[in-house]
């Protein structure tokens, strides 16, 4: 889809898939069975070699990395075919690759030496071997990664998230006193939330879903995660809270209202009876242990 509907990508977009292609092409690179386009003659290197033209002219600035692959693609190209006992294709290959210029001259004078020697472990061929090509352009990958290092669901989750007004509750930054680890720990909690809520709006807008979401549960989820009720009393509460939540005696009226939902929802459902009933610091586990507790006393 996105191969077939290229000229519709935004322009941003581009650069990622035209680097895709490229990393596709050069993982079947030695595979000249392989064809990635209509012409039977291009190889997947020769066909690298048109994306890594496209990734250079979306590059501001060059830098010798451009250079390097590219004339490593360019040799490997014949490499691959002379490895192969194909040497009149590597002679047709090197006259597609190679212009007149002063350039690319004297690399072109010494592969056609190289070809017309049939002997594809010439040192030229060995000190730009194809390990150093995948070597090369894994350096490139991680570079252009860590330039264009960005959270595509937390930004567009971010985006839903307050045009539903959403910044100013659940979301917003709290001003708590808790240690530089637990600040980490609600944000990447936001990460996971902000996902949540994207992802839940995106299958709500689904045509012809069969999925269906209680909205209830994902904002248990949304609760759970962000933690925001317990960073917020570590102040006021220090560790007593995490203590007392494990040591929490049932009350008769918490009893009755397990009782009254598992009346409503079943048994096992016990995330949905915790959702829609008012416990005190319970989770959907103590639900469970305290309904067995209940059946022996029964």
Known sequence: ALINHLSKIPTHLKKTVYLCQLLIRTAEGRNLECHFENDQRISPLESALSFWTLLEREEIKREKIHEDIRRLIQIQTVAVHMENGYFREAAEVLGRLF???DSDKPLRV???TVIKSKDPYVPLLENFSYSLLISKIKSYV??????????????????????????????????????ENDKRNLETKKGFVLSIILLRDMLGQMQNCCLKID?????????????????????????????????????HKEDMKLRSGIRAFGVGNWTKILVHGDFNNRTSVMLKDRWRTLCRND
Do not use: P
């Open 99 to 101: 212009t007149d210029s």
């Open 110 to 112: 010494k592969l056609a």
């Open 142 to 179: 991680e570079l252009y990664m860590k330039e264009n290092e960005t959270n595509f669901l937390i930004q567009a989750a971010t985006e839903e998230a307050e045009s539903k007004g959403l910044g100013a509750t659940a979301l917003q930054n709290e001003t708590v006193n808790v240690n």
């Open 215 to 251: 909205s209830s549960l994902v904002w248990m989820y949304i609760n759970y995660l962000l933690g925001l009720n317990s960073l917020q009393n570590v102040e006021k509460h220090g560790d007593a809270l995490a203590c007392g939540r494990r040591r929490q005696r049932w009350t």
